[in-house]
């Protein structure tokens, strides 16, 4: 079975960082469309980050320049690096995963899911 497991969310101030981690299973993330996603209470799921089997990432225009999605296809581990966040960035994140998809980036369709890792930035 596809799983896809984050962690690495938290409670920080604004400013600050945070790097979430996905761990995945049941398949290997070097052969995915790779995605992550956030969705603030009340609000719906929106895409991010976005990040091709080449490694070729791509980004929602509010985060780019703070955002930063790699992988490590050793440790089958999807990663977002999270640089100068601001309260609303506030959200659950979750990661996804999809094999076939017309084309790679931040917006596309996903099929499988994480369970989410909390965002939550104080100022």
């Known amino acids: 079975q596809m799983q896809l497991v984050e962690s690495g969310g938290g409670s920080v101030q604004a400013g600050g960082s945070l790097r979430l981690s996905c761990v995945a299973s049941?398949?290997?993330?070097?052969?995915?469309?790779m995605g992550w996603f956030r969705q603030a209470r009340g609000k719906e799921r929106e895409g991010v980050a976005g990040?091709?089997?080449?490694?070729?990432?791509s980004y929602a225009d509010s985060v780019k320049g703070r955002f930063a999605i790699s992988k490590d296809n050793a440790k089958n581990t999807l990663y977002l690096q999270i640089n100068s966040l601001k309260p609303e960035d506030t959200a659950m994140y979750y990661c996804?995963?999809?094999?076939?998809?017309?084309?790679?980036?931040?917006?596309?369709?996903?099929?499988?899911w994480g369970q989410g890792t909390q965002v939550t930035v104080s100022s």
């Open positions: 990040i091709d089997s080449d490694g070729r990432p």
């Open positions: 049941g398949f290997t993330i070097d052969d995915y469309c």
């Open positions: 996804a995963a999809e094999y076939w998809v017309s084309a790679c980036y931040y917006g596309a369709n996903f099929g499988t």
